[in-house]
């Protein structure tokens, strides 16, 4: 269990923090654009891509994405050392499902997404409850590997 459990954290770590440095450097639209352009391969949805998002919008994505990005540096350092920073498990998760539950709100207050970030809100509020599974399970298991 604890090996699966720091492997889920730093695969998430990494992939947030790629996210992250994809929407600083090329910008939400463009980072955005890419995933929902896999997802409508993989999944033959026909959903139309969300296009280019408004520069407010933009702004604001590429401050709150060094946060995604901190988060994601977290992540891995306690995938890294989880002997000295496993307890920080239950926060990270609590954080992601959080996350999760922005998406939720927004979806009702503002109407659906495009079907990609649906995948994420479910993502966001599905693998929390397993890390904190895999955390509870690991604990007593002595030192990582």
Known sequence: M???LRVLLA???V???GIALCDILAGPSATAGVFEG????LTRSHAPPTGVWPATMDNEMRFYA???GAYGALLIQVARDFAARGHFTPWLAGLFFAGGVGR???YAGVGAPHPFFITLMAIELLTPP???LLWLGSRGQGKPL
Do not use: E, Q, R
Request: aromatic letters at 14%; hydrophobic letters at 80%.
């Open 66 to 68: 060094v946060f995604w």
């Open 104 to 106: 939720v709100v927004s």
């Open 11 to 13: 695969v998430l770590g």
């Open 38 to 41: 896999l997802f409508i391969a």
């Open 130 to 132: 397993l890390l904190l």
């Open 15 to 17: 992939s947030a923090m």
């Open 2 to 4: 604890l090996t699966a």
